[in-house]
């Protein structure tokens, strides 16, 4: 079946970085946009970053640009995000997900409807 696990959450003080992974199984990964979310306490889920399916296209929320980086390895069936400069207020739960009806793009946050569990990143000194 279809499957997304995120691991490489854990704590980190400000400043430094993490790089979560999403794993991929149960579908043909080559041909699906895979994006990261993420969602705090009180807060409704924001969408971090997404790339296409071939990597052509990257996006990402305005809060992380020039910090964090998506990537992908197909071979690997693996997404990643490296985050870099981490923020306490960057401290939530990211998911991965994928659009199972757009398949190979990036074409808006809500059309994300496949989630991971989530991973728990926390910034804190």
């Known amino acids: 079946q279809v499957e997304l696990v995120e691991s490489g959450g854990g704590l980190v003080q400000p400043g430094g970085s993490l790089r979560l992974s999403c794993a991929a199984s149960?579908?043909?990964?080559?041909?699906?946009?895979i994006a990261w979310f993420r969602q705090t306490p009180g807060k409704e889920r924001e969408g971090v970053s997404c790339?296409?399916?071939?990597?052509?296209?990257?996006y990402y929320g305005d809060s992380v640009k020039g910090r964090f980086t998506i990537s992908r390895d197909n071979a690997k069936n693996t997404v990643y995000l490296q985050m870099n400069s981490l923020k306490p207020e960057d401290a939530a739960v990211y998911s991965c997900a994928t659009d199972l009806v757009t398949k190979y793009f990036c074409s808006s946050w809500s059309a994300f409807n496949y989630w991971g569990q989530g991973t728990q990143v926390t910034v804190s000194s």
């Open positions: 149960g579908f043909t990964f080559e041909d699906y946009a």
């Open positions: 790339i296409s399916s071939d990597s052509g296209n990257a």
